[in-house]
């Protein structure tokens, strides 16, 4: 699995747009890059997932550029309840099963 | 609703001692997952199951081990506790896709295990 690499982490405040970007210089052609979100005393929870270019849900924005040697998950507006550790992870879909390789992520405070 | 549980959310045991670690799942998945975190770092995978029967050992496999009778339930065992393996342990399933899905894993509430 390709290696990523975040920052440790960042600061904001609330009603801020916050970007984070994730580093994946060894990502395969068939590997996708996947954000997850974890808060305190609970598991991760996934957020987005894209292959390239741009992709948008609910929650936040991914952008990939055309190398895809790095990504960024834009969260708009922030809240305090964003405090959270969010995590890149890249990995192969092909064989339709997968076992996540989370690094340390990124500690996101949120202040008011 | 589907879910996915575990049990017990916190526990207390004694180096040596054998410990189970239950998680259950409601989604049907077959694709079911054990990590450990530890403080103030990533998730580490420790054992994997791709369906019934089978079991395969993730990164840091030595002291657990894996069972998987039904598609519902992989509990994690710790042969012998020792204190190195006092953290935080997560359980997460995923169902089988085809390749044009993406593959999210859903993680249990984890649960506490303190070695003494």
């Known amino acids: 699995l390709a290696k990523t690499t975040q920052p440790i982490s960042m600061d904001s405040y609330e009603g801020q747009e916050v970007n984070i970007t994730c580093s994946h210089n060894n990502i395969a052609t068939n590997d996708y890059i996947t954000w997850y979100q974890q808060f305190p005393s609970q598991g991760p929870r996934f957020i987005i997932q894209?292959?390239?270019t741009k992709v948008t849900n609910e929650v936040a924005s991914l952008f990939i550029p055309a190398d895809r040697k790095s990504s960024t998950l834009s969260l708009p507006r922030v809240s305090l309840s964003d405090t959270a550790v969010y995590y890149c992870?890249?990995?192969?879909?092909?064989?339709?099963?997968?076992?996540?390789?989370f690094g340390s992520g990124t500690r996101l405070q949120v202040q008011p | 609703d589907a879910e996915i549980t575990q049990s017990p959310r916190h526990k207390i045991t004694e180096t040596g001692r054998q410990v189970t670690l239950a998680c259950h799942q409601t989604?049907?998945?077959?694709?079911m997952f054990w990590y450990r975190q530890d403080l103030g770092h990533g998730l580490r995978l420790i054992h994997y199951?791709?369906?019934?029967?089978?079991?395969n050992k993730g990164e840091v496999s030595d002291g657990y081990s894996v069972s998987r009778s039904n598609t519902e339930d992989l509990p994690l065992t710790l042969e012998s506790a020792a204190s190195s393996q006092t953290s935080v342990y997560f359980c997460?399933?995923?169902?089988?896709?085809?390749?044009?899905?993406?593959?999210?894993?859903?993680f249990g509430p984890g649960t506490r295990l303190t070695v003494l």
């Open positions: 199951s791709y369906g019934v029967q089978d079991t």
């Open positions: 989604w049907n998945h077959n694709n």
């Open positions: 997460a399933s995923s169902e089988s896709i085809l390749v044009t899905s993406y593959n999210e894993q859903f």
């Open positions: 992870l890249v990995g192969d879909m092909d064989t339709g099963r997968r076992a996540l390789t």
């Open positions: 894209g292959y390239k």
